[in-house]
């Protein structure tokens, strides 16, 4: 199961690039839980498709342009942990930015059922059983 997994979340930042948060959000289950911890972008407990949608909204606000490219992805049963590189340009500071987060995600039913986000690659594959 963790490699379907793997495969669904690595289908799911495609449809991202290809068709930003309404494409993604096909791949979540209908209440999505998102957790952004202190210290990162836009911090709190998003719960539902609307609510993550508006707080994906709010943070793409920000950027003049942000990408998102998934480097690694590993798994291990219903759980996946995703390196995203982000790499974009703060609106009207012009700031550029390139950076990297973790994110755990939980599937369940073939759908992402939970996600949170890190800023340390340790704690995300801990977190995930996958500590190295």
């Known amino acids: 199961m963790s490699q379907e997994n793997v495969e669904i979340v690595r289908q799911a930042f495609a449809a991202y690039a290809s068709g930003g948060p309404e494409g993604l959000a096909d791949f979540w289950h209908p209440e999505i839980e998102v957790e952004v911890p202190p210290g990162l972008a836009e911090t709190g407990t998003y719960r539902g498709r609307e609510a993550v949608l508006a707080w994906m909204a709010e943070w793409t606000e920000a950027w003049e342009r942000i990408e998102y490219t998934p480097e690694e992805v590993v798994g291990n049963g219903d759980t996946v942990v995703v390196t995203v590189l982000y790499d974009g340009i703060g609106k009207g500071s012009g700031l ?3 950076d990297r987060f973790w994110y755990l995600l939980r599937l369940g039913d073939g759908k ?14 801990e977190a995930a059983g996958l500590r190295e």
């Open 96 to 98: 550029k930015i390139v």
């Open 112 to 125: 992402i059922v939970y996600i949170r986000l890190y800023g340390d690659r340790n704690e995300a594959l």
